[in-house]
Every structure is written in structure tokens, then in C-alpha cells.
């Protein structure tokens, strides 16, 4: 059984930075392309970012050169470094591991960026 388990939300002023961890529950999710992504009140879940397992990273074009997906194998985690943190990205975060057939998805953190 897959489990992923967000963690490092919070509260932080604009122009902060924060560091998101997901933990997952086996080394299967290295064979795996592992994800985060965010829902804000009142509007549908969106990608943030992508981290292959050939260490390939895609982002959503809003947070390209402030947010940085990372592995660590050894840890069986996945980061999400956000840095110059703007109001628009409060939401609460997820992250995803996809192993076909099926998705697998914590039960996010929040975000809030707010002076």
C-alpha cells in the first residue's frame, strides 16, 4: 500500500520561502513519476510541478524560477522549495505518485502567503 504524507505548510509573509516534504511509505515510488499540485479555494486542483524518475522536472509556468521539485531516494521523499512566495500561491498542497493504474495522493498541507 502507497502512502504519502505532506508536510511543512504554514503561514509565511510574502517574498518568503518555504519548504513542502512528502514521505512516502516504500522505495517503490523511485521506479515512479512522483508530482505536486495545489487547489486554492473555489477553484479546480492544478499541476505545480513534476519530477520524473529519470530525474526529469516540469513546471507549471507560474511558479517556473521560484519553485524547485527534488528526490531524495534515500529518505523516499519528495521536496517542493518554494521561494519568493506571492499571495496567489496559497492553496493547499498535494502531492501524487502515479502508479498505473492508479493515482495516489496525500492529504495535502496547507499554504498561506499573507502579510
Known amino acids: 500500500q502507497v502512502q504519502l504524507v505532506e508536510s511543512g505548510g504554514g503561514l509565511v509573509q510574502p517574498g518568503g520561502s518555504l519548504r513542502l516534504s512528502c514521505a512516502t511509505s516504500g522505495s517503490i515510488f523511485r521506479l515512479y513519476p512522483m508530482g505536486w499540485y495545489r487547489q486554492a479555494p473555489g477553484k479546480q486542483r492544478e499541476l505545480v510541478a513534476t519530477?520524473?524518475?529519470?530525474?526529469?522536472?516540469n513546471y507549471a509556468d507560474s511558479v517556473k524560477g521560484r519553485f524547485t521539485i527534488s528526490r531524495d531516494n534515500a529518505k523516499n521523499t519528495v521536496y517542493l522549495q518554494m521561494n519568493s512566495l506571492k499571495p496567489e500561491d496559497t492553496a493547499v498542497y498535494y502531492c501524487?505518485?502515479?502508479?498505473?493504474?492508479?493515482?495516489?495522493w496525500g492529504q495535502g498541507t496547507q499554504v498561506t502567503v499573507s502579510s
Open positions: 501524487k505518485c502515479s502508479i498505473p493504474p492508479r493515482d495516489y
Open positions: 519530477s520524473a524518475s529519470g530525474g526529469g522536472t
